[in-house]
């Protein structure tokens, strides 16, 4: 072909080529309700038609024009990084809407009814004709007038609920001001139904594992990354972006009440813990932010288990985190080396709330969410943590009395609610957890106005939005922000996921006792399984509990696997299942109403306990609720509210004279095991697992090979003796067998582990 010809066949085509090169670079497709818009190379879209929101089209790609101008702003340009997004929509923001920013809604149910309960239309929901999925009253409200957008959830009717309840969220806020999208966040929800089946085919409502003290059981990082990795999927697919957890708190105090829901109390193991929990949740395809990402938000700096005598900071007598062993390094270390060097792309946990407690002697005497020491000096200078902090919930609310859930102010009681916030700006917190209110975070701004000038304070609440937006900004809301709900039916709880979760609960079970090889025990043996007495209780909120006899098993499983008789004598062995002491929570007002000073001690064992042992002054006290500062429990007795759990293993032992009896217990902090133990052939415990798990061990199944992730004490003189900063202070117990309940025991069916865990750990 000549030159000329070459020429002419390309002038011919030139329109064509022409329109080939500058034709648009995206697709749309209408889904749910949303417009879904890909563009080519570059990032998804997702906008809804009615909201005013329309698509730019620069360069040939598309951006969602969300502040209507139509004009393309940095914050809208996706191409742009996350700071100079973030840095240019806060310098946008009016001070109220920024003010909003700085709120996390109270707990939200889907629907709203029962105790968190809302109007729809002023209508109660059974009578609103409402959906499922239909926005509150309540949330509207704090939506529109309080410019708030995040959005604490706990129940949801079901996963297509919530997905579609996000969508409606998404779509109300999307068209108004600068089209900020909802962040919903969560606390953990994957625990275990002990009477659900597991069915490897089958999916369910949620993956179940076991909680995270019982993945800490397996002493296994790669498994508490695994479990991140599945739940942030889980909670992608139901709207959720931001997880309320880890709880990453060192458990150096066996009798505090949220010993459950941290890594155990050794600082290595749980600082490996938390790093893989946070890379799993917050690493998306490749290691980096993205659309499978979702934000975790630590607690509680400093470190919430020193609490003394294990009274818990939810409540005015468990205001005070004690050092006594001057040892607030180790609680550090899980944060400082852990989720705050992680070995993903996202380097560090994005959020971390602080703790109710005063941290005593760690700088001024207040709460650690307006302790500016603890978090403008040590968190923010020293380790260079820049990202987003949260108070707990209801930090900044009012108390009446320090045994009532109400507002938890400790060490600010005297300052108004308008100035507990402005206080905890100054110390440098971000964020109110558990406020749904704008008004006293602009009385703050205006406090702060009155002290430092306009120009400071715009510039004060433009670094917390910055912060906030850049927690948005990175798991893709403010490019798609909406869910197909048909998928989101096959993601969450899908067998995959489900088996995951089952294998997880069977690697948490720790076998502490197996005299004379009785596991594991045949199937198709007969078994004798006695009802179990459960005392009436109440708990935090004043929920009362009536006491009941029940099955401690779905005993459908136990069918499955043995023979159940009614009568021990027809038995071949007996299964007894129990819960760990219930030893109160270290506060009794009827006490105070006898003269005393109300505090008691908080017991570990089953029977009655006199503190004899018990230290003369408290290490800290003081409250303008108390007219006095010695919460001494010394030489007051307690008793324990499940104390017949302790008869049920004696009396069955009773029962099945020589024949084997296995005790399994739900664990939630360290027991004294003298009372129990020697009636029991086998222990077994577990911290929140399906009986068809503890089965598949029993049974012989599966082989257990979980290890303690903290020490077992022998007596309560040696839980009143240790220090409630220090790990590992306790004499553990010793049984019968000669072995040692101490940190990284475990059995299997060849006697004491001992691997490369171990060795690694212990």
Same mark, same amino acid.
């Given at each position: 072909m000549n030159t000329k010809n070459l020429f002419q066949i390309l002038f011919a085509f030139a329109p064509l080529l022409l329109l080939t090169n500058c034709g648009e670079r995206f697709t749309t497709e209408s889904k749910d309700g949303f417009i879904s818009v890909i563009n080519e190379n570059g990032?998804? *879209?997702?906008?809804?038609?009615?909201?005013?929101?329309? *698509?730019?089209?620069?360069?040939?790609?598309?951006?969602?024009? *969300?502040? &209507?101008?139509?004009?393309?702003?940095?914050?809208?340009?996706?191409?742009? @990084?996350? $700071?100079?997004?973030?840095?240019d929509l806060a310098s946008k923001m009016s001070i109220e809407q920024i003010a909003g920013l700085m709120l996390y809604s109270g707990h939200q149910s889907i629907p709203a009814t029962g105790r968190r309960g809302s109007s729809y239309g002023g209508k109660s929901y059974e009578e609103s004709g409402a959906l499922p999925s239909d926005l509150s009253d309540t949330q509207k409200k704090f939506l529109t007038e309080d410019n708030l957008r995040h959005v604490l959830i706990?129940?949801?009717?079901?996963?297509?609920?919530?997905? $579609?309840?996000?969508?409606?969220? $998404?779509?109300?806020?999307?068209?108004?001001?600068l089209g900020i999208p909802v962040n919903t966040s969560s606390d953990p929800r994957h625990g275990s139904d002990t009477y659900a089946e597991f069915n490897e085919g089958a999916g369910g409502d949620i993956s179940m594992w076991p909680g995270t003290l019982g993945i800490a059981a397996s002493f296994d990082p790669e498994l508490m990354k695994q479990f991140g990795d599945i739940a942030s999927k889980e909670y992608r697919a139901l709207g959720i972006t931001t997880a309320l957890s880890p709880q990453i708190d060192l458990a150096t105090e066996p009798r505090w009440s949220r010993f459950d829901g941290t890594m155990g109390e050794d600082p290595d193991l749980a600082t490996d813990l938390a790093k893989a929990y946070v890379d799993g949740f917050q690493s998306s395809k490749g290691g980096d932010w993205g659309f499978e990402s979702v934000n975790t938000m630590v607690k509680h700096w400093p470190g919430g288990g020193p609490e003394e005598g294990g009274r818990d900071g939810h409540?005015?007598?468990?205001?005070?985190?004690?050092?006594?062993?001057?040892?607030?390094?180790?609680? *550090? &270390?899980?944060f400082t080396e852990g989720a705050f060097n992680l070995d993903g792309a996202t380097k560090m946990a994005s959020a971390v709330m602080p703790y109710y407690t005063i941290s005593d002697g760690e700088g001024e005497a207040v709460a650690n969410g307006f302790n500016k020491y603890l978090i403008t000096d040590l968190l923010r200078e020293k380790y260079g943590y820049d990202g987003v902090l949260c108070t707990d919930w209801g930090i900044t609310g009012d108390a009446a009395a320090v045994d009532q859930f109400q507002g938890k102010p400790w060490g600010v009681e005297d300052l108004s609610v308008a100035e507990r916030h402005y206080k905890a700006i100054e110390a440098g917190m971000d964020q109110f957890g558990g406020n749904n209110d704008m008004k006293p975070v602009i009385a703050a701004y205006k406090l702060g106005v009155e002290e430092h000038g306009e120009e400071y304070m715009r510039k004060r609440f433009e670094t917390s939005a910055i912060r906030l937006l850049k927690n948005i900004f990175r798991v893709g809301l403010f490019e798609n922000p909406y869910l197909n709900i048909e998928l989101t039916k096959t993601i969450v709880g899908n067998p995959e996921y489900m088996k995951a979760g089952f294998e997880a609960q069977l690697r948490s079970i720790v076998m502490l006792k197996n005299q004379s090889s009785t596991l594991p025990i045949k199937e198709k043996r007969k078994v004798y399984v006695p009802q179990r007495y459960v005392a009436s209780t109440t708990n935090w909120f004043g929920n009362v509990t009536p006491a009941k006899t029940e099955s401690p098993f779905n005993m459908a499983v136990i069918a &499955?696997?043995?023979?159940?008789?009614?009568? @021990?004598?027809?038995?071949?062995?007996?299964?007894?299942?129990? $819960?760990?002491?219930?030893?109160?929570?270290?506060?009794?007002?009827?006490?105070?109403?006898?003269?005393g000073n109300g505090y008691v001690p908080i017991s570990l064992q089953y029977g009655p306990y006199t503190a004899s042992t018990a230290r003369e002054v408290s290490l800290a006290g003081g409250s303008p609720l108390e007219d006095f500062t010695n919460r001494t429990y010394k030489d007051k007795s307690v008793k324990t509210v499940n104390s017949t759990d302790m008869d049920l293993v004696t009396t069955t032992k009773s029962k099945m004279g020589e024949k084997p009896v296995i005790v399994v217990i739900n664990i939630s902090k360290p027991m004294i095991f003298s009372e129990i133990e020697p009636s029991a052939f086998a222990i077994l415990i577990h911290m929140g697992v399906q009986d068809q798990a503890l089965m598949d061990i029993i049974s012989g199944k599966k082989e257990p090979s979980g290890l303690l992730p903290f020490q077992m004490p022998a007596n309560m003189l040696t839980v009143e003796a240790q220090f409630e900063d220090v790990p590992r202070d306790m004499t553990a117990y010793s049984d019968s067998e000669g072995h040692t309940y101490d940190f990284a025991f475990g059995l299997n069916w060849s006697g004491q582990i001992e691997d490369a865990r171990t060795e690694k750990y212990r």
């Open positions: 990032s998804t *879209l997702g906008y809804n038609p009615n909201s005013g929101v329309s *698509l730019l089209t620069v360069d040939r790609y598309a951006f969602k024009d *969300l502040n &209507q101008n139509g004009e393309l702003d940095d914050y809208e340009d996706w191409r742009l @990084p996350v $700071q100079q997004r973030a840095e706990t129940s949801v009717e079901s996963a297509a609920v919530s997905a $579609q309840w996000n969508n409606n969220a $998404q779509a109300f806020v999307e068209g108004m001001g409540f005015g007598y468990g205001a005070y985190a004690v050092y006594p062993g001057k040892n607030i390094g180790d609680h *550090l &270390q899980p &499955q696997y043995y023979d159940v008789v009614d009568d @021990p004598n027809d038995a071949d062995f007996a299964l007894v299942g129990i $819960q760990s002491p219930n030893g109160g929570v270290g506060y009794d007002a009827a006490d105070l109403a006898k003269g």
